[in-house]
T-cell receptor, first 107, second 122 residues
Framework: DAKTTQPPSMDCAEGRAANLPCNHS???????VYWYRQIHSQGPQYIIH???NNETNEMASLIITEDRKSSTLILPHATLRDTAVYYC????????FGTGTRLTIIP | AAGVIQSPRHLIKEKRETATLKCYPI?????VYWYQQGPGQDPQFLIS???????DKGSIPDRFSAQQFSDYHSELNMSSLELGDSALYFC?????????????????????FGPGTRLTVL
């Protein structure tokens, strides 16, 4: 699995877009970029994935650089319920969780 | 929609005892993963099963064993428990197409996590 690097923590004002960066320079060709989040001791929750192209779903958008060495998760209108640890994972199958980014949404 | 079920939700054991954790995957999911999350730590992959066969192995101690049964549920057996085994144990399931499409690209693998079993070893 790819080694990923994320900032340990970030704050975002409620209602604003939260942009979470991730570096995954060692990602290999068949590994997807996955984003999961974990809300205080709950089971991790899948958010979005991508391979080469930018992706969007009802939860978030994922922007992947052309060289695939980094990506950004965008939560377009952050709410208090988005406060969680966000994990960026480069993987084919099993998930190797790094330290993630602790995102705090501020009222 | 049905989710991953784990039982028990909480378990308290003494050192050197044994524990069995159970996981019931989402119907029609063929792959089960086990993760361990110690206090203040990030989840760590332990082991996975695909179609009742072990498919991958992570940092699982030799004192632990696991299997997947014919109904696809899985059990994690933990023996000679130590204080350091106190953790949240998550099970996840997925339906993972291990083949490659016409584009030659692998399929993605969305894992659905259960609520976890909190094991406390005293």
């Amino acid at each position: 699995d790819a080694k990923t690097t994320q900032p340990p923590s970030m704050d975002c004002a409620e209602g604003r877009a939260a942009n979470l960066p991730c570096n995954h320079s060692t990602i290999s060709g068949n590994e997807y970029v996955y984003w999961y989040r974990q809300i205080h001791s709950q089971g991790p929750q899948y958010i979005i994935h991508g391979l080469k192209n930018n992706e969007t779903n009802e939860m978030a958008s994922l922007i992947i650089t052309e060289d695939r060495k980094s990506s950004t998760l965008i939560l377009p209108h952050a709410t208090l319920r988005d406060t969680a640890v966000y994990y960026c994972i480069g993987s084919y199958e099993k998930l190797t969780f790094g330290t993630g980014t602790r995102l705090t949404i501020i009222p | 929609a049905a989710g991953v079920i784990q039982s028990p939700r909480h378990l308290i054991k003494e050192k050197r005892e044994t524990a069995t954790l159970k996981c019931y995957p989402i119907p029609r999911h063929d792959t089960v993963y086990w993760y361990q999350q110690g206090p203040g730590q990030d989840p760590q992959f332990l082991i996975s099963f695909y179609e009742k066969m072990q498919s991958d192995k992570g940092s699982i101690p030799d004192r632990f064993s696991a299997q997947q049964f014919s109904d696809y549920h899985s059990e994690l057996n933990m023996s000679s428990l130590e204080l350091g085994d106190s953790a949240l144990y998550f099970c996840a399931s997925s339906f993972f197409d291990r083949g490659q499409g016409t584009s030659g690209l692998s399929s993605y693998n969305e894992q659905f996590f259960g609520p976890g079993t909190r094991l406390t070893v005293l």
